[in-house]
């Protein structure tokens, strides 16, 4: 006979003296590998058969495992010594039997419908124990892994006791059994007694947690049990087929009409099918459905049916028997939203209903028509029950960051219709969470705005403290937030022995220790200062006063670089901020990233410099519509707003959204007239060198902002980064700074692709600018001005193999153009050419070059001009090395007066380890000063 572990041999005297509190609970773990039931060994099953001294054995529990298929007789062999321990103590009040961890090989296969000595044994068990005169409750249950996918293929189909009134789904199967279920059904259906009213034996609880009481071999002793005595509660939690519960919920219904307490767990069914055997429990006071079992295990994955569009919130499927009154008795409801929407039809529904509870798995919440359907049960709710308060129950037991963000993300784009759904919840309970981020789940909870308290159950323990302090931080109107049925004044305190250890000590700690540190650092102000700068270098921060560069996913992740650096007490200034966005994720993450990162600009005392690189919203893995839109300019606008406040001197923005820019919105800039400037509060701030790309701050609200920022602030320094439209509206924008001393615009431009330029456009005069980089086509432009660019000392023409010049114009007629404006000249002229095609040669052969710099004349005296020269291309990774070359002999000879050189050919430092091409340069140009080999600068001798 088994032991309670195989280390663990106990005495028949010490097994007695444990059971001499007649009321006390007898366990008996059964594990197949232990020794044999008959074996001569003492274990508890002897050991009970044999007591003398328990009169009163009131609780009696048994929990069978197995591994191997050779463990089925000795189940068998422990199922009868557990009838006869029943059979001995008529007193015994509470029973429980459980099977967990049966092996595949060791399973009720339905080739015999279950072992014959092992069916035969525990059919003898359920008839003891249905004669127990004071049986209070009865649990028989399967373990998860017992009630499986493979189970629910395998089980066969329940044949009725008495068939139903009306034909079942089921009734095809019993015309012509199966002949996989061949020999296993009797020909005569066992007759069943007609539903007894209540007698005067004990009333009892009954739990079915498994699909083996339904096998045909159990089935008339589970209706006999029901029909026996009094059921005050019963609950039915197994994975069986559709087909089955259309059979036995209506029986089972039959036999314990006066049942006060359901809980169905797992019921699989249709909704008109399901209510209209509950509505039949007239006197029913407690009611708790749902489609998926209450295991920790994957759910079952389903949908809720998104309404026609052209549903009406309050309309009314017109095939439903509208019934005047039922359940009106129930009290306490927990179901899910489908079964709710079923049940509130009638004209009075539910009229003594107290406690409301919908339950759903979090995967629900992403279904399109789940909003719906809430909007139509609050709608009805409001009319018929308007105190009573709603509890929302979800599980979320798989993948519950992405689930959870997705959420959000849905919250999101749907807008008022969200609120409108689930605004009205005002208890919110999660279930099975496990061991993921606090943030995540703390963030979601902002989508239900009427929630006041939030019940939490199956966290990892050690997260608990940290979960309602981040509740509490996010989700300010929640009231109350209770862990495990324990409220947050109970939950487990942090022990104070670690902090008595020395700061030296712990630095030591510290050091050996990883993502976990940022966990240490929100315990204590003291393990603040000593954790998070040890966990902000790891994390590639090491000087957050001078420089805090880090990038942020559109993932939920918790304790990363920015939530350290918000919650570290020691950070109050930094001089240059610099965040990138990564592209992909949810929309919703990346919209609080910005509201992150605009809380920990804000507490910063001063800020020099930010730079930030933006996401499309066209790259994000979520849905993105105007509502989505309008919330991405507030939440940037603020941020912007912020970082000026704290008087930010340079400002760089790169990436765009997903609108293009639309002009015709805003307003525009003419001579005299004056711009509304309602993005920017202040009228005065101390940027003075801006980079921007237009697509993201001259998109609807962001061209008001930029003009209002660079209208109010000194300018000094402006870099536009690439853009291909928009060129005239620059120009526009340049003509209000003439403070400017830097200027970089977009590589391509064309001011539509003609000269001369439209007369009525702003022609910037720029006379404090000294630095420009710049296309032809700008440069063009500003040379129209009255004494243009007059202290210019360094000018640097964009143009590549592409280049958009105007029509009939090439680099030698802009240099002729540049020259005739004054004798005065730029000091230094650089070049920038970029060699983008791969068919170099052959664009090179056609005459491409030639076009671009001008005939041989014009350009022989345009190149003296030229005097640094900044080539780029692009064919390629792995191009040998003497293409590289041949490029250089074609493209050198044409600029004879180059006093510096910069080569980058998008290969790294690889060029620069060939010495074949630095003695090309040497040699074309021998007294050059200057060679930079991509961006690596060579040492000349």
């Not at 008529?90 to 072992?115: C, H, K, T, W």
Request: charged share 20%.
């Amino acid at each position: 006979m088994p032991m309670a572990s195989s280390s663990n041999h106990l005495t028949p005297f010490s097994l007695l003296m444990e059971f001499l509190d007649p009321t006390l609970k007898s366990e008996v773990n059964f594990d197949g590998n232990f020794v044999d039931v008959d074996a001569q060994y003492f274990n508890p099953f002897t050991a009970l058969r044999f007591a003398l001294f328990i009169p009163n054995l009131q609780n009696f529990s048994a929990t069978f495992n197995a591994s191997t298929s050779s463990d089925i007789t000795r189940i068998a062999r422990g199922i009868r010594s557990c009838h006869r321990i029943v059979n001995k103590f008529p007193s015994i009040r509470n029973v429980a039997v459980e099977f967990q961890a049966i092996a595949y090989d060791a399973r009720f296969l339905p080739s015999g419908g279950m072992n014959d000595l092992l069916k035969s044994d525990f059919q003898a068990l359920l008839d003891t124990i249905a004669d127990l005169p004071h049986l209070e409750s009865l649990r028989i249950a399967t373990g998860w892994h017992f009630d499986s996918a493979y189970m629910l293929e395998l089980f066969p189909s329940v044949k009725p006791i008495h068939p139903p009134s009306q034909p079942t789904t089921a009734s095809s199967l019993f015309k012509k059994p199966s002949k996989l279920y061949k020999n296993l059904f009797p020909r005569r259906t066992p007759e069943r007694t007609a539903a007894a009213a209540p007698t005067q034996r004990t009333p009892m609880t009954f739990s079915i947690d498994t699909p083996i009481l339904i096998l045909p071999a159990f089935y008339p002793r589970t209706m006999s049990i029901l029909g026996s005595r009094p059921i005050t509660a019963l609950r039915l939690h197994m994975l069986i087929a559709p087909m089955d519960w259309g059979t036995i919920l209506p029986e089972i219904v039959q036999t314990v009409p006066h049942l006060a307490e359901l809980t169905i767990l797992g019921v699989r069914m249709p909704v008109p099918a399901l209510i209209e055997s509950i509505s039949a429990l007239h006197q029913l006071t407690l009611l708790t459905m749902d489609s998926a079992p209450d295991f920790i295990s994957p759910p079952s994955f389903r949908a809720i049916p998104t309404p026609p569009l052209n549903s009406e919130v309050v309309s009314t499927p017109q095939s439903r028997l509208i019934m005047t009154a039922y359940l009106q008795n129930l009290t306490t409801l927990a179901v899910r939203p489908e079964h709710l929407d079923a049940l509130l039809y009638p004209h009075n529904p539910l009229p003594a209903l107290k406690i409301l509870c919908l339950r759903v798995e979090l995967l629900d919440l992403n279904s399109p028509g789940t909003s719906l359907l809430m909007r139509k049960i609050v709608h009805r709710l409001r009319a018929t029950h308007k105190s009573l308060p709603l509890t929302f129950d979800v599980r979320a037991n798989i993948a519950p960051e992405a689930l959870m963000c997705r959420t959000l993300d849905i919250a999101l784009s749907q807008g008022q219709t969200w609120d409108d759904a689930f605004g009205s919840i005002e208890h919110l309970r999660v279930r099975d969470y496990g061991e993921f981020s606090c943030a995540v789940l703390a963030r979601w909870g902002t989508v239900f705005r009427g929630a006041r308290k939030i019940s939490l159950s199956g966290l990892a323990s050690s997260s608990s403290e940290r979960i309602i302090a981040e509740i509490h931080r996010t989700c300010p109107e929640v009231q109350t937030v209770t862990v495990d049925g324990f409220i947050e004044a109970e939950v487990g305190r942090w022990a104070d022995t670690f902090l008595e250890l020395p700061d030296d000590v712990l630095l030591i700690i510290f050091q050996h220790l990883g993502p976990e540190l940022y966990a240490l650092a929100r315990l204590s102000r003291r393990l603040n200062l000593l954790a998070l700068p040890v966990y902000l270098a790891q994390s590639g921060v090491p000087n957050p006063p001078e420089l805090c560069e880090f990038r942020l996913v559109n993932h939920p992740m918790g304790g990363d670089v920015l939530s350290a650096l918000s919650s570290a007490v020691y950070i109050t200034q930094t001089k240059h901020l610099s965040c990138e966005f990564t592209s992909g994720g949810n929309v919703s993450c990346y919209l609080n990233h910005i509201e992150r990162l605009t809380s920990f600009i804000r507490k910063l005392s001063s800020i020099d410099q930010v730079s930030l690189s933006l996401v499309d919203l066209g790259n994000v893995d979520s849905e993105v519509n105007e509502l989505v839109r309008q919330r991405w300019r507030r939440t940037f606008e603020v941020l912007l707003n912020v970082v000026l406040e704290r008087s930010c001197t340079s400002l760089t923005i790169r990436g765009a959204p997903y609108l293009k820019p639309d002009l015709s919105e805003s307003a525009r800039l003419v001579s005299g007239s004056t711009i509304e400037l309602s993005a920017l509060a202040q009228t005065n701030s101390s940027i003075h060198t801006f980079s921007f790309h237009p697509l993201t701050t001259l998109s609807h609200f962001g061209i008001r902002w930029t003009f209002s920022a660079l209208r109010s602030s000194h300018i000094s320094i402006l870099i536009v980064f690439c853009s291909d439209f928009l060129d005239l509206k620059l120009v526009e924008l340049l003509g209000k700074l003439p403070a400017l001393t830097r200027l970089s615009l977009p590589f391509k431009a064309d001011l539509h692709g003609n000269r001369p330029f439209v007369s009525d456009r702003i022609i910037p005069s720029l006379p404090n600018l000294r630095s420009l980089t710049t296309a032809a086509p700008f440069l063009l432009h500003f040379l129209l001005a009255e004494n243009a660019l007059p202290v210019l000392e360094n000018l640097e023409i964009r143009t590549s193999a592409a280049a958009a010049l105007p029509s009939k114009w090439s680099l030698a007629r802009v240099l002729s153009a540049l020259k005739e404006r004054g004798p005065k000249l730029p000091p230094v002229i650089t070049l920038e050419l970029t060699l983008a095609h791969r068919q170099f040669e052959l664009w090179l052969r056609s005459g491409g070059f030639r076009a671009l710099i001008g005939t041989e004349v014009a350009w022989g005296e345009a190149s003296k001009l030229i005097n640094s020269l900044h080539l780029r291309w692009s064919i390629g990774y792995g191009v040998k090395i003497d293409a590289c070359e041949r490029i250089l002999q074609a493209v050198l000879p044409h600029f004879p007066f180059l006093s510096s050189l910069s080569v980058d050919d998008g290969t790294g430092h690889e060029m620069a380890a060939q010495a074949s091409v630095l003695a090309l340069i040497l040699e074309t140009y021998p007294d050059i000063r200057s060679v930079t080999l991509n961006n690596f600068p060579v040492a000349l001798e």
